[in-house]
Structure formats: structure tokens, C-alpha cells
């Protein structure tokens, strides 16, 4: 089964305003955590990823947090922005030591809107 | 340097008949991979390559086959195609199993 998940399907931000989207993992055995994301008509876009064993990474007006207590992961932009509304996946990635194998699993999204 | 390049960009297919998703990336990438998107259940891996000749299967591999006779090239076949493979199809690659994945722009099957 799915093991990430967001916890709502759709998001509604008033541009400038910070934007936090949240995401649970059951999986404890994964290595990255990874935020993409996706505009309409287009593929995945890379935003920014954190290591398990990482607490908080930042990015251009982006930061994840992750709570390994909890298995929760969140991703925050800050003064958002009308470009910025897209879907919003968080994915972990697996890495299996003597392997060269690795799994992305995705959750299901949450859908960013931004109200000018 | 294109990135990853999907074709074709739509496809329309009547049921039993079969075709191939083309699939090609440009930054001498190791490793490839195809997913299906479908409404409210995020990205599902079909099968993935972690190198020329190396093939495997991810969470959704029936009706689906894979090669990988070279480094660029990634191409995803319906052998017949059903009603219940109607969804969004993106190709992915990445340098290494660590690095970031790129993905293609997609190709939109619909099977009647």
C-alpha cells in the first residue's frame, strides 16, 4: 500500500502569504524525503529533498521540515506566489545498501492555489 | 540538451490494440523509470532500469513491458491495451540512484 501521504487534497493561499503543505510517511526505513512539483501539462519538477537524518533543509523561499517522531514531513513557501500554484508531491526514496537499486514512492498530491 | 523527451505527447487506442511509449533522455543517465499518474493516487512505478540490459518491476507492471538496449533510450509497451491503462504516463531518469529524478513532460493514453 501507499506508504506517504498528504493530509489535504487542496490548498487555497493568499499570494504573499506563507504556505505550509503537510505530508505523513509510515515508512521509517526510508533515506530522502523529497518535495516536487507539478504544473499543469507538465512533469514532476524537483524542489528540494531532505535526508533521513536531517531535521530542516532550506532552499530559495522554500524549507522541509521533517518529524521522525511523528513521520511527518511538511513543506513551507514562504511569500507565495501566483506561480507557485501547481500540485505538490512528497515522494521518499529508498536506497538499499549493497544495492543499486533505489524506489521513489509518491503520495497523492495537494493542489496550491494562490488568490491574488 | 533536451532533458527527457516523451512521445507522443497524446495517444487515443482501442482496446486489444498495442503500442510503445517512447522515451528518451539526453544526460547520460543511469537510471530510468517509468510511472503512471492517475487521478488522486499521485505517481505508481510500472518497472524501472538501473542501467543498459537491466530491467525490473515496479508496483504496477502488468500489461507493461520494458527494455533498455541503450543508455538513452527507455521505451514502455502495452502489449494490449485496456480501458483500465487509460491515464498519464512520465519517464524519468537520474545520474545516480542519490541524485534528483527529471521527468519527462508526459503522454496522455486514452484506451476506448
Known amino acids: 500500500g501507499e506508504s506517504v501521504g498528504l493530509h489535504l487534497p487542496t490548498l487555497s493561499v493568499q499570494e504573499g502569504d506563507n504556505s505550509i503543505i503537510n505530508c505523513a510517511y509510515s515508512?521509517?526505513?526510508?533515506?530522502?524525503f523529497i518535495w516536487y512539483k507539478q504544473e499543469s501539462g507538465k512533469g514532476p519538477q524537483f524542489i528540494i529533498d531532505i535526508r533521513s537524518n536531517m531535521d530542516k533543509r532550506q532552499g530559495q523561499r522554500v524549507t522541509v521540515l521533517l518529524n521522525k517522531t511523528v513521520k511527518h514531513l511538511s513543506l513551507q513557501i514562504a511569500a507565495t506566489q501566483p506561480g507557485d500554484s501547481a500540485v505538490y508531491f512528497c515522494a521518499e526514496k529508498k536506497t538499499p545498501p549493497r544495492s543499486n537499486d533505489y524506489k521513489l514512492s509518491f503520495g497523492a498530491g495537494t493542489t496550491v492555489t494562490v488568490r491574488a | 540538451n533536451a532533458g527527457v523527451t516523451q512521445t507522443p505527447k497524446f495517444q487515443v487506442l482501442k482496446t486489444g490494440q498495442s503500442m510503445t511509449l517512447q522515451c528518451a533522455q539526453d544526460?547520460?543517465?543511469?537510471?530510468m523509470s517509468w510511472y503512471r499518474q492517475d487521478p488522486g493516487m499521485g505517481l505508481r512505478l510500472i518497472h524501472y532500469?538501473?542501467?543498459?540490459?537491466?530491467?525490473d518491476q515496479g508496483e504496477v507492471p502488468n500489461g507493461y513491458n520494458v527494455s533498455r538496449s541503450t543508455t538513452e533510450d527507455f521505451p514502455l509497451r502495452l502489449l494490449s491495451a485496456a480501458p483500465s491503462q487509460t491515464s498519464v504516463y512520465f519517464c524519468?531518469?537520474?545520474?545516480?540512484?542519490?541524485?534528483?529524478?527529471?521527468f519527462g513532460q508526459g503522454t496522455r493514453l486514452t484506451v476506448v
Open positions: 544526460m547520460n543517465h543511469e537510471y
Open positions: 515508512n521509517s526505513a526510508s533515506d530522502y
Open positions: 524519468a531518469s537520474s545520474a545516480t540512484r542519490r541524485a534528483e529524478a527529471f
Open positions: 532500469s538501473v542501467g543498459a540490459g537491466i530491467t
